[in-house]
């Protein structure tokens, strides 16, 4: 048997541990593709380069399969909130406040919200032709525009 103070000891290390791996401190969230679930309805992320999340100070971050997803959660929201979303060119985590988005209903995201993120802007306006879009600069225009008004 283990002494009370041990047990402690270890139930804590456990608990701090499993703290740690929820989130990146300061940093977008870690998905686990096919795992991780989208905060606004609940389906799994299974294509990541769809997936957005935010975070409110003091808060969990929260993520989503589709960036349609995380524009009517935010604006729900009160107060200062974080972005990130994946960059359709290189999959990668990008800052909200850098990002440029392309709307068209012919990019077939998850929850038919049409939406893909750049950090360059050549990349998104090269997009919004292919895809016959049209560019929405910043996080800002994009929670404030409804949807199918881009």
Not at 62 to 70: G, K, N, P, S, T
């Amino acid at each position: 048997m283990m002494p009370l103070k041990l047990k402690l000891v270890v139930l804590m290390t456990a608990v701090v541990v499993a703290a740690a791996c929820g989130a990146s401190a300061g940093g977008p969230p870690e998905i686990e593709v096919d795992r991780t679930a989208c905060s606004h309805c609940g389906m799994l992320i299974s294509e990541p380069i769809y997936a957005a999340a935010y975070q409110a100070p003091g808060a969990e971050a929260r993520v989503f399969d589709d960036i349609e997803c995380l524009r009517q959660a935010a604006r729900t929201e009160s107060g200062p909130l974080t972005f990130w979303f994946h960059d359709a060119d290189d999959k990668q985590w990008i800052d909200g406040a850098a990002a440029v988005f392309v709307a068209s209903p012919e990019i077939r995201s998850p929850m038919g919200g049409g939406l893909i993120a750049y950090r360059d802007r050549v990349a998104a306006d090269r997009a919004a032709e292919q895809y016959k879009g049209s560019v929405i600069h910043s996080t800002s225009d994009l929670l404030s525009e409804k949807k199918g008004e881009s």
